[in-house]
């Protein structure tokens, strides 16, 4: 596995756990079931002791207090939840959190005196999982079921894609640097803005400059630090379309704030029309796949015309 990056760990899959004081006095019996060890009845649970939220985190440093060897970081993330997970102890610093008025099935009052106490990360039992253990294949995004005729209509029970919405969550993280990553396939896509830069989304290149001048221009550059930018093959262009929407056919991560003049630091944009990818039409070879993110398709074109473009890297 690779070390983690600053930016790539800042995922919200871990738990922030903070002692409390609560003021409802619980008594209670309850039965447990967990998929690892069975069966646990009979368990006595009594007074709240903590209280978790979903946070980040990005690793500032780590050593192993034993050997004093630093620790760098896996690049890691966990299936989504339910998952397990692994508790720190923790200590911040002042400022402690307000009072939070909350609601479970025990009823509502407000837990007061919050002090941080664990850190519980994303973990998996047995051996050292494989950089791609946790990639899954990706859901197409749709939510929405329709008739034969085009109109909207209930999905419970329909059996189509918006009700049984099989595959893994389309789950994205903006890594700050220009870049972002899918935490299902583990590849990371170059943002595209509405600058006139080389990352602009209104640019288009026939097939070959793509590779030797768009391409070629990323990684000259070391474009968000990387040298191994490319051209995503047809399956893996397809992989970002979000077939809930149109007019682009992208989840919010590829179209969020694109207005002229933002950067790729400040929008993330995506030109609802065709885009190169690195696959040839082995059928016509003189033909190469392009993703159409207007209505979301895959379709093959000539080489010689203008498409736009999107870089990624990773996958490999």
Known sequence: MTPATRAAAQVPDHLECYKIRDPLKLAGIVDLNSPQFGR?????VSAAKLFCVPASKVVVSAVN???????????????????DRICYKMKCPRPTPPDQQVTDQFGTRVLSNLRPSLLCTPA???????PDAF??????????????SGTVISCTGAGQDGDTRAGATLTYVDNGDGTITDLNTGLTW?????DGTIHDRDTTYVWSDAFTIFIAGLNTTSF?????????????LQSIMNYENTNPSVAPAFNTACLPGCTVLTCSCTKAADHWSATTNANVPVNAWRGDFFAG??????KTGGNFVRAVRGGG
Request: charged share 20%.
């Open 40 to 44: 646990e009845t009979g368990c006595k």
């Open 65 to 83: 207090k034993a050997t004093g060897t630093p620790i760098t970081p896996l690049s890691f993330w966990a299936p989504p939840a339910p998952a």
């Open 124 to 130: 998996v039992p047995g051996p050292t999982p494989t």
């Open 135 to 148: 990639h899954g294949f990706p859901a197409t995004g749709q939510m929405t079921c329709w008739d034969t």
């Open 190 to 194: 170059e943002k595209k803005s509405v």
């Open 224 to 236: 968000a630090g990387h040298t191994d930018w490319r051209l995503p093959n047809a399956k893996e």
């Open 297 to 302: 398709f895959i379709r093959p074109g000539d």
